[in-house]
C-alpha cells in the first residue's frame, strides 16, 4: 500500500507532454464521477466542468492559451473546471435530488433552504468566488491522483486567459474559471520540484 | 488496487466524532509533508498550517466555532490553513531553498522572479486570495486521503469565525484563514452524502 501511495500522491509530476493515447469518454467520465466525490461548502458541489475533448475545441482553448501549446496539442483531454456563481439558487434542485436518491431528508432539506435564505449572498462577492475555488482545488486534486490511478498523469494549468474563457466557450457568466487540467499518458517524466518541509509549514500548538 | 482506492478518496465520508487515540507529532508531521506534494500555482507553496494540537489551543479554537464541538472535542487535532497573500515577497526566499536542493536552475530562478517583478501584485486583490484558496484545495484534498491511509479520517469545517481566527490565533494579517480539518480515529461512521454525476456536470465539447 506504501508503494501505491507513493506513486499515486508522493511521486506526482506535472506532465506537460503526452503520447497520442486518446483515453474514451466513458473512462473519463467515470474518473471524474469519482473525483466528485471530494467534499465541498454545504455539499453545494458548485462547480461545472467543460471537457475539452475535440479538435476543435483544442482549437477555440488555443485563442485564450498563448503558452503550454504542447500540452494543449498532445493531450488526450483538458478538464476546464469552473465554479457557479448562483450555487444557492440551484440548492432546492439539488436537495431535490439528494433526496430522490435516499441521502437527504426533507427536514434537512428545509433547514439547509432556510439559512441560505437568510444569508443574502451577493454572487459577486470575494469571499463567495474565494469558496468556490477551495472547493475546485479539492475535486483537482481528486481527479489528478486518481488520473493516475488509472494510468494517465496530468498539469494543472493556470496560464490561460480567464478573462476571456467564457466567451471563447460560450459559458454563461455566472460561472467563474477557475482551472485547466490536461490529462493523458505520460511522454516525459517531468521533473522533481522542490517542496517546503512540514516543519517550516506547520506551527504545533 | 481498486479497493484500496475506493477505500480512500471514494469511501471517504465526513467524520465528526473520534476516539480518544493521539497522533503523535511525528506521525502527522509526515502525513502534512505528504500532503505537501500538492501543487500551487507557479510552485509558490503559500500555505502555512496551524495545527491544534492542545486543549489550550482548542479553547482558542472554541472562542471562535460555536458549532461543531463534538469534533473540536474529540479530535486528536484540527489543522487551520491559512493562505499567505504576500507569497511573492517570500518567492526570492522559497526559490533559494529549492536551488539549494538541486531542484531550480538560477536562470529559472531568474526569469520567474523577474515576471513577479512586473506582475504588480495587490495583496489585498480578490483573484489573488482566490488562488490562495485553490491551492488550499489541493493540499487539503491530500491531506484528506492520506489520512485515510494511514488510518485516520478528517472532516473538512468551513464553519468557524474567519474574521476572529487571525487575533485569536496571534497569526499575522498577511495570512488569511482558509479551511479547517478535523482529524483522528474515527468513532462513527458518518453517512454516505449525495454527489452529482459526471453527466450532469461534465460537458465534452
Known amino acids: ?18 503520447t497520442n493515447y486518446k483515453i474514451s469518454k466513458e473512462e473519463l467520465t467515470k474518473i471524474i464521477d469519482e473525483s466528485l466525490k471530494a467534499p465541498s461548502s454545504n455539499n453545494l458541489q458548485p462547480l461545472k466542468l467543460l471537457v475539452i475533448d475535440s479538435d476543435e475545441a483544442k482549437r477555440t482553448l488555443k485563442t485564450i492559451m498563448p503558452m ?37 431528508p426533507l427536514e434537512l432539506i428545509e433547514r439547509h433552504l432556510t439559512k441560505f435564505r437568510t444569508q443574502q449572498i451577493d454572487p459577486t462577492d470575494a469571499k463567495h468566488i474565494a469558496s468556490l ?6 475535486f483537482a486534486m481528486n481527479f489528478m491522483t486518481l488520473a493516475r490511478y488509472y494510468g494517465y498523469d496530468t498539469c494543472a494549468i493556470g496560464g490561460f486567459n480567464k478573462d476571456l474563457a467564457n466567451e471563447a466557450f460560450k459559458i454563461d457568466s455566472r460561472y467563474v474559471p477557475i482551472l485547466l487540467i490536461s490529462i493523458g499518458k505520460k511522454d516525459d517524466e517531468g521533473y522533481d520540484s522542490y517542496r517546503l518541509p512540514a516543519s517550516i509549514v506547520a506551527d504545533f500548538i
Open 68 to 104: 503550454n501549446q504542447l500540452q494543449l496539442e498532445t493531450s488526450s483531454q483538458l478538464v476546464l473546471i469552473f465554479g457557479d456563481t448562483l450555487k444557492y439558487e440551484r440548492a432546492e434542485e439539488l436537495f431535490k435530488l439528494a433526496h430522490e436518491a435516499g441521502k437527504m
Open 133 to 138: 475555488h477551495l472547493d475546485a482545488g479539492l
Open 1 to 18: 500500500m506504501e508503494a501505491i501511495m507513493k506513486d499515486l500522491i508522493i511521486n506526482r509530476r506535472s506532465i506537460r507532454k503526452y
